[in-house]
Each structure stands twice: as C-alpha cells, then as structure tokens.
C-alpha cells in the first residue's frame, strides 16, 4: 500500500488515511433529512442544523438548482407546519433554516468570507425581525427585553452583593450598545454547525475530504471599510448628533461583529507560525488558549490581523482570491 507523501502530511499532526468512498446523493434521502433536522432543532438547534444542512447539501449535490428549489420549497411547508402548530415552533426554527439554507447555498457554489458573512448578517436579521415582530404584538421593546435579560443573566454572575450593584451600573452602559450581538452570535452559531453539515455532505458526496485552512484565511479588504466606519460612527455618537443611542448600538454592533473577521485573520497568522515551526501537540495547546485569553481580553489577535492586511506575514498570493475561505 502507497504511503502518504511527506508534503501531504506537513502541518498535519495526525496524517490523513485514505480518502472516503464517494456516495451518490439521493433527493429522498436529503428531503427525510431535512424534515428530520426541523424536528431536532425545536429541542436542540445546534444539532438541527447540521442535519438541516445535511439534507439541503445533498438535494443541491444530488439536482442541482432544481435540488436548491425543492430545498427552498420543503422549508417553506416545514414553516408553514410549524406556524399552524404554534408561533413559537415557527419563530425557533425559521432562523435556524434561513442559515443553514444560506451556509450551504455558499458552500455548494464556493465559499468566501463575503457571502459567508451575508449569511451570517442575514440569519442575524431573520432572528431579529422575528422578536422584534413578537415584540412589538405583545406592546414591549425588543432592546429593553433583550437588555433586562442580559442584564439578569450578569446578575446571576456577580451576585446581590454591593459590589455587584456597582459593577452592573458600570457594566450597563456597555450592555445597552452591544445588545444586538446576542443575534449575530446566534447566527453565527448556526451557520459554523450548518457549515459542518454541509462539509459532511460534500465529503460523502465527492469523496474529497478537503478541509478550510485558517493558516491561509485571508480577508477581503471591504471588511477594513466597515470597521472604519463602525469606528467613524461610534464617534459620532459622542457629539450630540439626533439618534446618537441608535447610532452608537449599531456602530458598536458592527465593530464588535467584523472584529471576529479579523481575530480569524490573527490566528490564522499565528496557524501559519506554528505549522512552520512544527510545535507539538502541548506547546499548540497552551499557545492557543493563552491566544484566546489574550483575544478576549485584549483583541490581541484582532490586532495582529489588522495589520496583517498590509504586513502579509504569511507572503500569501493576493491577487483578488484573498476573499475565498478555502484556498
């Protein structure tokens, strides 16, 4: 039996065996799947999404657009099930659907930072419209609600205490500017599992068990655009301007979310390093969580990916496929 050359195995910790027998993809198959995956995610949305995906990928894999089409019309009756059986059946499963539909409409096509961040902002909007819909029926505010939560949720971390008073009196200032993360995290979230139902299906599909590389994640440059006037925006919210309250949530929101574009570009930098280095298992492990912690606490790695943008520490080829996730 041929061994795996030395190249395919560089930067791998356990070498590859051989690939995986291909499977031909089958609508039934992908249509039971999916209606499977709406069932599972009204008790576990995670794992719903996968399987959701799962079954959308190998209708696409299996008919292509006609396969997209029939994907798209089975969500719709599976929505329309849901909302006769209860609106809150429907309101959990619409946003869950919407991303994976969209994770593995990117993925089947090629996925790139751009559409996967579409996705991921459309999800957000879904998941948000849907509460701000309940919301504004039942006479309350999405932003307070979403506040007094989050705020009760901190509560139960810092106690009753004196101390705990004033650090959420600190603390809630923060909280009303960044409140709408909660649906991009969401939906974020849901297009990373939905992306891991998609990839199986490729894999079993076409037999190709290629995987993304962050050592050579690579961000478009619109993403700098954005964080620029996320940061012009939330400025502007300091002098007075009409809707300053609305202008500085959204801005932060913003910062806050492209933030983790970047953060994927830093460890991407720090991927690189270590794999050309040949670090071991333990010295990777301690690197990254000190990585995260310097990330969370700092932005240490957002950092590093901002200037990568203009430093390119990798020498990676930027020649206008910078924007592709898998290179």
Same mark, same amino acid.
């Given at each position: 039996?041929?061994?795996?050359?030395?190249?395919?195995?560089?930067?791998?910790?356990?070498?590859?065996?051989?690939?995986?027998?291909?499977?031909?993809?089958?609508?039934?198959?992908?249509?039971?799947?999916?209606?499977?995956?709406?069932?599972?995610?009204?008790?576990?949305?995670?794992?719903?999404?996968?399987?959701?995906?799962?079954?959308?990928?190998?209708?696409?894999?299996?008919?292509?657009?006609?396969?997209?089409?029939?994907?798209?019309?089975?969500?719709?009756?599976? =929505?329309? #099930? /849901?909302?006769? +059986?209860?609106? @809150?059946?429907?309101?959990?499963?619409?946003? &869950?659907?919407?991303?994976? $539909? *969209?994770?593995?409409?990117?993925?089947?096509?090629?996925?790139?930072?751009?559409?996967?961040?579409?996705?991921?902002?459309?999800?957000?909007?879904?998941?948000?419209? =849907?509460? #701000? /819909?309940?919301? +504004?029926?039942? @006479?309350?505010?999405?932003?307070?609600?979403? &506040?007094?939560?989050?705020? $009760? *949720?901190?509560?139960?971390?810092?106690?009753?205490?004196?101390?705990?008073?004033?650090?959420?009196?600190?603390?809630?200032?923060?909280?009303?500017?960044?409140?709408?993360?909660?649906?991009?995290?969401? +939906?974020?979230?849901?297009?990373?599992?939905?992306?891991?139902?998609?990839?199986?299906?490729?894999?079993?599909?076409?037999?190709?068990?290629?995987?993304?590389?962050?050592?050579?994640?690579?961000?478009?440059?619109?993403?700098?655009?954005?964080?620029?006037?996320?940061?012009?925006?939330?400025?502007?919210?300091?002098?007075?301007?009409?809707?300053?309250?609305?202008?500085?949530?959204?801005?932060?929101?913003?910062?806050?979310?492209?933030?983790?574009?970047?953060?994927?570009?830093?460890?991407?930098?720090?991927?690189?390093?270590?794999?050309?280095?040949?670090?071991?298992?333990?010295?990777?492990?301690?690197?990254?969580?000190?990585?995260?912690?310097?990330?969370?606490?700092?932005?240490?790695?957002?950092?590093?990916?901002?200037?990568?943008?203009?430093?390119?520490?990798?020498?990676?080829?930027?020649?206008?496929?910078?924007?592709?996730?898998?290179?």
């Amino acid at each position: 039996m041929q061994e795996p050359s030395a190249d395919s195995q560089q930067g791998s910790i356990v070498p590859s065996g051989p690939s995986p027998k291909r499977i031909a993809p089958r609508v039934a198959h992908g249509s039971l799947m999916l209606v499977l995956g709406c069932l599972v995610s009204l008790f576990l949305p995670f794992a719903g999404a996968i399987l959701m995906a799962y079954g959308m990928r190998e209708l696409a894999e299996a008919s292509g657009a006609r396969g997209v089409a029939i994907s798209f019309a089975e969500s719709a009756v599976l =929505i329309a #099930a /849901a909302l006769v +059986a209860g609106v @809150g059946y429907a309101a959990l499963l619409a946003p &869950v659907l919407v991303c994976s $539909a *969209a994770v593995v409409l990117c993925m089947w096509r090629g996925a790139t930072v751009t559409n996967m961040s579409v996705a991921v902002v459309i999800g957000s909007l879904v998941s948000f419209g =849907i509460d #701000a /819909a309940i919301a +504004a029926i039942s @006479g309350i505010s999405v932003s307070e609600t979403a &506040v007094a939560y989050l705020m $009760a *949720a901190l509560r139960e971390s810092v106690g009753t205490g004196v101390e705990g008073d004033l650090l959420l009196a600190q603390i809630q200032p923060v909280v009303e500017a960044v409140w709408p993360l909660i649906y991009v995290t969401g +939906a974020a979230f849901d297009c990373l599992v939905a992306g891991i139902g998609s990839y199986l299906m490729g894999v079993r599909c076409t037999g190709e068990p290629g995987r993304p590389s962050l050592a050579r994640f690579d961000v478009p440059m619109w993403s700098v655009a954005v964080l620029a006037l996320a940061v012009v925006g939330f400025g502007a919210s300091f002098t007075g301007i009409p809707e300053s309250g609305l202008v500085r949530t959204v801005s932060t929101t913003v910062f806050m979310s492209v933030r983790i574009i970047f953060a994927l570009q830093g460890f991407g930098v720090v991927s690189a390093l270590m794999t050309r280095s040949r670090m071991g298992c333990l010295t990777r492990t301690v690197c990254i969580f000190f990585l995260f912690w310097s990330e969370m606490m700092l932005f240490a790695m957002s950092i590093v990916g901002l200037i990568d943008i203009w430093a390119n520490f990798r020498k990676l080829p930027r020649d206008g496929s910078r924007d592709r996730v898998t290179q």
